[in-house]
């Protein structure tokens, strides 16, 4: 019964190629987030969609596309993967209304190792 | 978003209340204080969050001083599997068009048996 889940786990994959991580949140809430966790372990915000729109896009390069085909999900597709794209990538979710509007509840994580 | 500032590591003994500090000196009047914690391997986990009261629930207590500048997130009975990283976080909620959690390092808690 995960209230927030992720897949793949684990991803290894070469340099230049195209890959997807998917996120479905079954908790009913209206904004997704992704955030990316270095080697330093520092946590840093990616994107966050509300009613599927993009309502934050920090200094990610633009071949980091989101794409939400509903409320539920929120998947991050990456092209051309580099290197420096090795990380833990969490999918979170969080209410929108009230001072609640911030707790946010995160996915197991995705490991991306970029060969 | 106000910044925060907490203790790198802290040690606590199992079965023994953890207190963990956070000094938000800046902090305004319309921020809460939210706490996270991250063990090892998984997604970080909503704890706690207080605007001035405090605050209780299943899993910790928030203790926020009457000048709003500290707070102490308190493990009641600390267990080995409390050891974590926990993330003090204080910010507006739904402020602006962006919602997301800035953290920062946090305290590495290591409950010990």
């Known amino acids: 019964d995960t209230a927030v889940s992720q897949t793949p786990k684990y991803l290894v994959t070469q340099m230049g190629n195209d890959k997807s991580i998917k996120c479905e949140q079954n908790?009913?809430?209206?904004?997704m987030y992704w955030y990316k966790q270095d080697s330093k372990k520092f946590l840093k915000i990616m994107f966050s969609y509300n009613n599927k729109e993009l309502i934050i896009n920090e200094t990610v390069p633009n071949r980091f596309s989101p794409k939400s085909p509903d409320k539920a999900h929120l998947n991050l597709h990456i092209n051309s993967l580099e290197l420096g794209d090795s990380a833990v990538y969490f999918c979170?979710?969080?209410?929108?209304?009230?001072?609640?509007?911030?707790?946010?509840?995160f996915g197991p994580g995705t490991r991306l190792t970029v060969l | 978003d106000a910044k925060t500032t907490q203790p790198p590591s802290m040690d606590c003994a199992e079965g023994r209340a953890a207190n963990l500090p956070c000094n938000h000196s800046t902090i305004s009047g319309n921020e809460y204080v939210y706490w996270y914690r991250q063990i090892h391997s998984q997604g970080p986990q909503y704890i706690i969050h207080?605007?001035?009261n405090n605050e209780t629930n299943e899993m910790a207590s928030l203790i926020i001083t009457e000048d709003r500048k500290s707070s102490t997130l308190i493990l009641p009975h600390a267990t080995l599997r409390d050891t974590a990283v926990y993330y003090c976080i204080v910010r507006v909620p739904n402020s602006g068009s962006a919602r997301q959690l800035t953290f920062g390092s946090g305290t590495q808690l290591t409950v010990l048996p």
């Open positions: 908790l009913g809430h209206d904004t």
């Open positions: 207080g605007l001035k």
């Open positions: 979170a979710s969080s209410p929108i209304q009230g001072a609640g509007g911030n707790t946010q509840y």
